[in-house]
């Protein structure tokens, strides 16, 4: 008896780790079929690019064989490049006439490329690795439009007071509170989307002169983000709600 019920355990055991190893087998299989047909996709896009002298060339989500390929196409001012196998700045650095770049979701970890690019006016980068420096984003002094996430402890984002042509901003803290320092005087910001929780003091959101329109968004979720954000002070409400700032505070839930 008991020797039956050790064989009936054994085979239990040895198909639960067959079922496992089926699943990782699948897993690997679909996430190589993903990346073929994102190749597909991505070089069918460049190939059309290429062929059209296109100034947008948008290969979000998709792959290249040979990112470097981008590189001399002088006539792209608009690239976006989000959610790609993309890794290093390096690999476009002679595109100069950019003036937009998307690079949300990949594992760029060295910004200091960006000093090629002198002429973006747009800068998406969202979703970024753990640690990475961001204070190059400083010398790109003709921002009018900048995504940044996620901060958290150590980072520092004090380069936006340079920024004096941005108008547009969506910045997101995690783990941390929102620093509203970095907005002190502001000459030229105007629309400013928040993700994560505001401090005690937010004086300086009362500083800026050309603010039309404050958008706060809290974190709900699995992914560490504080569920306790606060909103405006009463009194900055207040004095926003006098000059016509409009304020819009939503709640966007992180499954």
């Known amino acids: ?30 996430a190589a079929t993903r990346d073929a047909e994102a190749l597909t996709r991505g070089e069918a896009r460049l190939a059309a690019c290429i062929e059209t002298q296109c100034e947008l060339l948008d ?9 470097t390929v ?14 790609t196998g993309l890794d290093d700045l390096a690999d476009i650095a002679d595109m100069q006439q950019l003036t ?10 060295d910004l200091t490329g960006l000093q090629n690019f002198p002429k973006l006016k747009v800068l998406h980068f969202e ?14 002094a003709r921002l009018t439009e ?16 340079t920024l004096r042509r941005l ?20 000459p030229s910001l105007r629309t400013i989307d928040i993700y994560g929780t505001l401090p005690t003091d937010q004086s300086a959101l ?5 603010l039309e329109s404050i958008n706060f968004y809290s974190n709900v979720g699995s992914f560490g983000y504080r569920s306790n954000a606060t909103t405006l002070n009463p009194d900055v409400r207040e004095e926003l709600e006098l000059r016509g700032v409009f304020e819009l505070i939503e709640t966007m839930i992180v499954c």
């Not at 108008?167 to 502001?186: C, M, T, Y």
Request: overall charge negative; glycine content about 8%; hydrophobic content about 45%.
């Open 1 to 30: 008896m008991f020797k039956n019920i050790t064989t009936i355990l054994a085979g239990a055991a040895f198909g639960l780790l067959s079922l496992v190893a089926c699943d990782q087998a699948l897993e690997a299989t679909d």
């Open 59 to 67: 290969i979000d989500g998709m792959r290249l064989a040979d990112y």
């Open 70 to 83: 981008i590189n001399g196409l002088t006539h792209v001012k608009v690239l976006m490049v989000s959610r």
């Open 100 to 109: 937009e770049l998307h690079i949300t979701d990949t594992d760029i970890t």
């Open 127 to 140: 979703r970024m690795p753990a640690g990475v420096d961001i204070s190059p984003i400083g010398q790109l």
């Open 146 to 161: 900048l995504a940044l996430g996620n901060l958290g402890e150590g980072s520092n984002a004090s380069f936006i007071k």
């Open 167 to 186: 108008e547009r901003l969506k910045i997101r803290w995690v783990g941390v509170d929102a620093d509203l320092s970095i907005f002190q005087n502001h």
């Open 206 to 210: 009362l500083t800026m002169r050309k």
